[in-house]
């Protein structure tokens, strides 16, 4: 395939995955503003959580994908700049995985009776991708932008921070997949038959899933990979030669 072609079957991927990626947002805002009431702060409990699925949706699977998809999105930015914005991303990414972790213990704690946190598979396996999402973030940043490891430490551990980059990504995935379905068996009385929050319930998984999909093959297909610009060599040793 020549590099024209392999260029446009990228564009056309990457399109695919914002237009997902944005309908997947919209389809989790819909879902529980018409389906579950809304949201609210600790005064409602019930509707505090509902910001838990929104905030996850955008910090740890849409704002999660994107920063990793930087570095083939913008194929013609230099690689610092492109440092830069992974991190911030991440960063954006990781500041609403926060509030939608505050926003969960809330809704258990706050509940009347208190709901017991932390006792599902989803809760570990979630919790499990926060852990991991929060270490690559504090690696990832010391390695390559402050204060920088040794050039040797850091080709070192390229390839680990690109898998566990991954694994926490589908991991999110899963654990969002396992959310989803929860709250639909909890609170959709009649998911069995047919509903409409059901069936936007199950149409907001699958999405996670094609977004999801979309985003390692983009990540993963070597034909994709970004190519080195002149700059990027003179910030790596130094010399304009």
């Not at 690689?79 to 505050?102: E, N, R």
């Not at 690559?136 to 921070?161: C, D, I, N």
């Not at 009385?189 to 999909?213: E, K, M, Q, R, T």
């Not at 994709?224 to 040793?237: A, M, N, V, W």
């Amino acid at each position: 395939m020549d590099d024209d072609a392999t260029l446009t079957n990228f564009k056309v991927l990457y399109l695919i995955a914002q237009l997902c990626g944005i309908t997947m947002i919209i389809l989790v805002i819909s879902l529980v503003s018409i389906h579950f009431g809304g949201v609210g702060w600790t005064a409602n409990p019930r509707l505090e959580f509902n910001w838990h699925p929104i905030c996850m949706t955008i910090g740890l699977i849409f704002l999660y994908g994107n920063s990793i998809l930087v570095y083939r999105g913008f194929r013609n930015v230099n690689k610092k700049t492109l440092k830069q914005t992974h991190a911030a991303i991440h960063l954006s990414a990781f500041v609403f995985t926060v509030f939608a972790l505050i926003t969960v213990f809330d809704s258990h704690n706050l509940a009347t009776p208190p709901t017991p946190n932390m006792y599902s598979l989803h809760s570990w396996l979630g919790m499990g991708t926060v852990i991991v999402f929060g270490l690559q973030y504090v690696a990832g940043f010391t390695a390559y932008l402050a204060p920088e490891w040794r050039q040797s430490l850091k080709v070192a551990y390229m390839p680990l921070h690109i898998y566990f980059g991954l694994f926490g990504f589908v991991l999110a995935i899963a654990s969002a997949l396992m959310g989803i379905t929860e709250k639909a068996l909890w609170a959709i009385p009649d998911y069995s038959g047919f509903s409409s929050a059901g069936v936007l319930a199950n149409c907001l998984g699958c999405l996670y899933v094609i977004f999801g999909a979309l985003v390692v093959y983009l990540v993963t297909e070597s034909s994709y990979k970004r190519k080195p610009l002149p700059e990027d060599t003179i910030l790596l040793t130094g010399s304009n030669q």
